[in-house]
């Protein structure tokens, strides 16, 4: 990496023109709380000022087109560059995706959360991303924009390719995270399971929503962060509960089809053994208290 | 010294009085050692670490990084002076028997631990002492190592250091006969427990800065706990003691780990070699590589009791890893052999210990100094035995605990007052109603550990403390004193006692401290020894100052110095309030009389020799401070998450000279013990720091933390100023075994590894599972 | 690299200098703007020491480039009040004896300010939770929060909003 100038556009126009200029290698920042930890590890290893790699700093932060939330087309349309902060305390946000709002106001600490995009949360594409499981869990859609073309629209179970690698194209961003609204707000829950209650890391993070007809599943959407490669869907789990009638066995029997889907590693953090576990268990329980809640 | 029982009238000693430190530090004026303003010309330096834990150094070429821009000093063995000296880590008596080690500055042909220094670098921009850092040529020939002090000990083992032994050093107690006492016992418990590296976690980084100054005095200004280093900087540099001034500004935190030599000696090395000022900061991922630290132990426990409860027989073995270096480890494995009873009265003892080197990173001073690693063990074995007893932790410890009088395993009588009883009944009262779990997954449980620890240096090492007291002409004082104020109020503390004494005013007080080269050494600011040893030298020093203005008074007024006071800035006489004196026109009158209004004056603490002895027999501290902490938990029995409900810290402080201050030790100890017990973990895998920042290091944060209710008893028994005790380490002790002991209460099941971490929990949870099944 | 100059507003006084792309605002603000009140404990976003209010929100300077602040407004805790002209928070931090390396202090004061003006009369548990982005390793956190308690309580005048 070598930095050598920074861009503040004025406006999305400006800022995909800087993205599609040839020879130019753009890094995208918008909060900075990844980025500059990922700079600090450069600095340390002494690959922060070797010739390769992004040249120009490309600040989103402030581009009002990419902060805010709207009800829009039967969508809540909440820009990539919206922090934390505002996301979790949002109205919007909390009547119609609740996990989404839980989800936010557990990252980082209050500090971090004024600064964290959603977008920038997204596209870092870590595994343990904590706005991931919630938004997976809400069918959310992913408007991307780019200098060819007018924007396209993916959706987020497409948007995780590879360990922190996503569907971006050259020259893309994120513009937008849109969850549909229609039969909002959804009964669901988040959880999120770290060594301490603040400032952590997740060791296991868990989001669902359900539809329910009394206390039968129409549906379920069960996302998951930190126990595989990129955030996931358990979709064998969501598919075992469909129809059923939830009670608390029901939910474990259909839980422990949670491990279809996940490939836990041993890290500083934990074992792969410890986040299977709390995996399966956490999701049965949200399961069973979705339910209850939804159901009384 | 007050008797127990009298309760005195200060006039602020034991109020809770705001600390001056405190209005400059809210107020952003407080400069830490980062803080100064570099004079211009000041270069950046940069300290090449070692790439492996166990390696020889075949070569090392600096040729390259010599020749970089801006670059003006690479230095490596060889240009140090004496890189390797015998330091006696701040003390002035040469006690003999390990307490003196090998402190050597840069590796030198060998490296014994990741994070060892192997080359030092000044440039113009730190960037550029970085990139020469980068170009510094090792050629290292990598050891296989050892990373496992049991291993250490073993005939074959790698070799760490230059002996033909890893061995560090061995202690034995004994009293009674253990095999009779297990002989006596109705019941006996057995385990084995082990405690992981920690890391200090200061906010402030290792930080200073040295020049030449105008005199061609090195000085060095550094975040340290022990401005006496200045005499082994001197020793390195080959230069006499006092040519060499280290100064200590505010410290953003020690708590043992600026304990020993960090930044200076690289500092005055490269201020000399460039002759220009050169400054160093640490960065928080090379502070937690290189910096000492807290010993792991391997401790095997023994514990017997008779049916009524009463203890009989105690076998204990630790080994403990003094990591690359020594430094202080026969210190602490010494505390902790004296310490491994508990504040438990047991007839018959056996304590080895035995300290071993691996190519782990050093370890050395942490809060506690080997005493809250044993604490955990010996706090887990009495609440198994109670288990096994059918009798209540609380009841158990009350049938044992220690009182003035008793003797320690080295057979030593505890002289000064013991309360641990009331202690142990407060903190457990303190609890309250026990909280009902809040959801079906969720179980609560409670725990209780008492602790003891010292508070003063080792008596071998013949520790004393000075300080200077005087009036100004204009009657404001002040108090010189070369205290390093690491943030419990150490500076502060010598102020309220001086108020106190000469009856002026905190705010009328100046503290001038931590320069070698203008204010009298107070000695280390370590052991929980400042309020003890400097509080006691300028509680000397004021009551030589009073004297003489109650002398002068007493004739100016015409009446008997026993009924003079002074007070509020007043001379004032019992019974006449008439008759009074502005304190100023008295300390002018001295002036001019050629009375001295200023005093100087030493403390010396209990001391001893070291003996010609195979055992550890008699005093080995001056004094003990004794509490109890008291907690609640509640476990997510999915995934092995606590939640800390409510702790309790009830401690006998002796006498509390700030209150404020006192219960802030109190509270800030337990979150330590917190940490300890649940959250903090040096992970090091072959000698390589894995928990590299403070994002995979943890310390409790405000969330993870209840309040802490702080409980003081004042004995007015300790050897301190006013009868108190020490209390910064003691109130850190026997916080994790609380924690710990409530999380066995509430799981049914004891985890005998710290920390007590969530996947531990778990693990343990489903293999009683399976056991049952 | 390109070298820019900036111009921030730090407690209401315009400062200015020249940056590199990859410098922090702690970095700037402490080598080259002498604001040395804002403090650097990790330079990772982990500990709160460098917190300073940017544009009235509490963030982490050490995780802001210096060039993102270019035209904002930089409030430290000398900002919030001096000893003549105290804050409340101030007041109640040294009364409270909630300082004690006062390290983290200055971080904490502006986190507990950004708090309360987001919510007048926190619980306890919110206080805990508002400050939990900031590390104290001395105090154990509970005189922290009776001191942020306090100040709630007091009148917080108008022109104390950041």
């Known amino acids: 990496m070598k930095l050598e100038s920074y861009v503040r556009p004025a406006g999305l126009e400006e800022a995909l023109a800087v993205l599609a200029e040839p020879g130019v290698k753009p890094l995208v920042v918008a909060g900075g709380t990844d980025l500059i930890p990922m700079m600090r590890k450069m600095r340390t290893n002494g690959t922060l000022s070797n010739g390769d790699g992004p040249h120009v700093v490309l600040d989103l932060s402030r581009l009002d087109d990419l902060c805010g939330i709207r009800e829009a087309d039967g969508m809540l349309e909440i820009g990539a560059a919206t922090t934390m902060s505002v996301i979790a305390a949002h109205p919007s946000v909390k009547k119609y995706v609740p996990v989404l709002a839980a989800a936010a106001v557990s990252v980082g600490s209050p500090l971090v959360r004024n600064r964290a995009t959603v977008g920038g949360n997204l596209v870092t594409a870590s595994p343990s991303a904590d706005t991931a499981p919630p938004l997976l869990a809400a069918d959310a859609v992913l408007r991307l924009a780019g200098a060819e073309g007018g924007p396209r629209e993916l959706p987020l179970t497409e948007f995780f390719v590879e360990y922190r690698k996503t569907a971006l194209q050259p020259g893309e961003i994120v513009t937008h995270v849109l969850v549909p609204l229609a039969g909002r707000p959804i009964a669901g829950r988040f959880e999120k399971v770290g060594l301490r209650n603040a400032d952590a890391i997740s060791v296991v993070c868990v989001a669902c929503e359900i539809e329910l007809d009394g206390l039968t599943c129409r549906a379920a959407r069960i996302g998951l962060g930190a126990v595989a490669a990129v955030p996931i869907r358990a979709v064998a789990v969501e598919a075992a509960l469909r129809g059923r009638e939830i009670t608390e066995d029901v939910a474990a029997e259909c839980a422990r089809l949670v491990h279809q889907h996940i490939s836990p590693i041993d890290d500083v953090r934990a074992s792969a053994q410890y986040r299977g576990w709390v995996a399966e268990a956490v999701v049965a329980r949200m399961i069973t208290d979705t339910a209850r809640e939804a159901g009384a | ?773 | 690299m390109d070298m820019q100059e900036i111009e921030i507003q730090v407690n209401g006084r315009p400062m200015s200098t020249t940056v590199a792309v990859d410098e922090t605002l702690v970095d700037v603000l402490r080598y080259k703007l002498g604001i040395i009140e804002v403090k650097n404990g990790c330079g990772q976003g982990d500990c709160g020491a460098c917190t300073v209010l940017l544009d009235g929100e509490a963030v982490n300077s050490c995780l802001t480039l210096a060039v993102q602040a270019d035209g904002h407004r930089v409030t430290t805790t000398k900002g919030l009040g001096t000893a003549e002209d105290p804050h409340p928070l101030q007041t109640a931090f040294i009364e409270h004896g909630a300082v004690q390396c006062g390290f983290c202090s200055s971080g904490m004061i502006l986190a507990a300010a950004s708090l309360l003006q987001q919510n007048a009369a926190p619980t306890r548990e919110e206080i805990r939770e508002g400050i939990s982005g900031n590390l104290c390793r001395c105090t154990g956190y509970t005189k922290i929060v009776d001191a942020i308690e306090e100040a709630a309580q007091a009148r917080l005048p108008e022109e104390r909003s950041a």
């Not at chain 2, 006499?240 to 500092?267: C, Q, S, W």
Request: aromatic letters at 6%; glycine letters at 10%.
């Open chain 2, 1 to 773: 010294m007050m008797g127990a029982g009298e309760t005195p009238e200060y006039k602020v000693i034991g109020r809770g009085v705001p600390r001056h430190d405190a209005r400059d530090k809210v107020f952003g004026q407080t400069k830490y050692a980062d803080d100064f303003v570099a004079p211009p010309g000041t270069l950046c330096a940069k300290v090449l670490r070692s790439k492996y834990a166990a390696a020889l150094i075949v070569s090392i070429d600096t040729s390259r990084a010599e020749a970089m821009p801006g670059v003006h000093a690479v230095l490596t063995a060889k240009d140090v002076p004496h890189n390797e000296t015998t330091s006696k880590f701040g003390q002035t008596h040469s006690a003999g028997g390990g307490f003196e080690g090998l402190y050597r500055v840069v590796a030198d042909g060998k490296v014994r631990y990741m994070g060892e220094a192997v080359a030092l670098v000044a440039a113009e921009t730190l960037a550029q002492a970085e990139e020469a850092a980068r170009a510094v040529e090792v050629v290292y020939d990598p050891q296989p190592g050892v990373f496992d002090p049991v291993e250490a000990l073993k005939p074959d083992a790698y070799r760490v250091g230059e002996e033909d032994s890893n061995v560090v050093c061995a202690y034995k107690v004994r009293k009674g006969d253990v095999e009779a006492g297990f002989a006596q016992a109705d019941v006996i418990v057995e385990g084995e427990y082990r405690v992981p590296f920690g890391d200090h976690t200061y906010l402030e980084p290792e930080s200073g800065m040295a020049w030449i100054d105008e005199d061609g005095v090195l000085t060095i200004r550094a975040s340290t706990q022990v401005i006496e280093h200045f005499r082994d900087v001197a020793d390195i540099m080959g230069l006499p003691h006092n040519r060499v001034r280290v100064i200590a500004p505010m410290l953003g935190g020690g708590f043992g780990g600026k304990e020993d030599i960090t930044v200076e000696a690289y500092l005055a090395l490269l201020a000399y070699k460039t002759k220009r000022p050169v400054r160093l900061t640490y960065t928080r991922e090379e502070s937690i590589l290189a910096h000492s630290k807290r010993h792991p132990y391997v401790m095997r426990y023994k514990t017997g009791a008779t049916k009524d409860g009463k203890l009989v027989a105690l076998d204990v073995d630790l080994v403990s890893d003094a990591g690359g270096y020594p430094f202080l480890s026969p210190w602490v494995l010494l505390y902790s052999v004296v310490m491994a009873t508990g504040p438990y009265n047991v007839p018959n003892v056996r304590v080895d210990g035995i300290s071993a080197l691996t190519n782990n990173t050093f370890t050395s001073a942490y809060r506690g100094f080997g005493a809250p690693q044993v604490c955990f063990a010996y706090e887990s074995q009495m609440d198994e035995l109670a288990k096994k007893l059918g009798l209540s932790p609380l009841e158990l410890r009350m049938r044992n605990y220690l009182h003035t009088g008793d003797e320690l395993g080295t057979g030593y009588a505890l002289e000064s007052a013991v309360l641990t009883d009331e202690t142990a009944q407060r903190a457990w009262d303190a609890l309250g109603e026990p909280t009902k779990p809040r959801s079906p997954d969720e179980v609560v449980g409670r725990g209780i550990a008492s602790g003891m620890q010292s508070y003063g240096r080792l008596v071998y090492l013949h520790d004393s403390s000075r300080a200077y007291v005087g009036f100004e002409l204009d009657g404001s004082v002040v108090v010189r004193s070369g205290v390093q104020d690491i943030g419990g109020g150490q500076t502060s503390s010598i102020a309220q006692i001086t108020a106190e004494i000469l009856g002026v005013p905190m705010d009328d007080i100046t503290v001038y401290f931590g320069d070698t080269a203008l204010t009298p050494l107070a000695g280390t600011t370590t052991a929980t020894r400042m309020l003890y040893m400097s509080g006691n030298a300028t509680l000397k020093a004021a009551r030589a100052v009073r004297e003489a203005i109650v002398a002068q008074a007493s004739e100016m007024l015409e009446v008997d110095a026993e009924r003079i006071d002074l007070v509020d800035r007043m001379v004032c006489v019992a019974g006449d309030e008439q008759k009074s004196l502005p304190i100023v026109d008295v300390v002018q009158a001295c002036a001019s009389l050629g009375v001295s209004i200023s005093n100087l004056a030493q403390f010396n603490a209990p001391s001893r020799d070291l003996e010609e002895s195979d055992y550890v027999i008699g005093q080995i501290h001056p004094d003990y401070t004794f509490g109890t902490h008291a907690a609640e938990v509640a476990v997510d029995t999915k995934t092995g998450k606590v939640t800390v409900l409510k702790l309790v810290a009830a401690f006998d402080v002796g006498q509390s000279i700030n209150k404020l201050s006192a219960e802030g030790q109190l509270e800030g100890g337990t979150v330590f013990g917190v940490g300890y017990g649940l959250l903090e973990d040096v992970k090091m895998d072959h000698g390589r720091t894995v928990t590299s920042a403070l994002d995979t290091y943890l310390v409790p944060t405000a969330a993870d933390m209840p309040d802490v209710l702080p409980i003081m008893l004042e004995s007015r028994g300790g050897k301190g100023p006013f009868g108190a005790k020490g209390i910064g380490e003691p109130a850190s002790t026997s916080g994790a075994p609380a924690v710990t002991n409530a999380v066995a209460d509430a799981i049914g099941v004891r985890l005998k590894e710290l920390p007590v971490t969530p996947e531990r929990i778990l693990t343990a949870l489903r293999e009683r599972e399976e056991a049952i099944r």
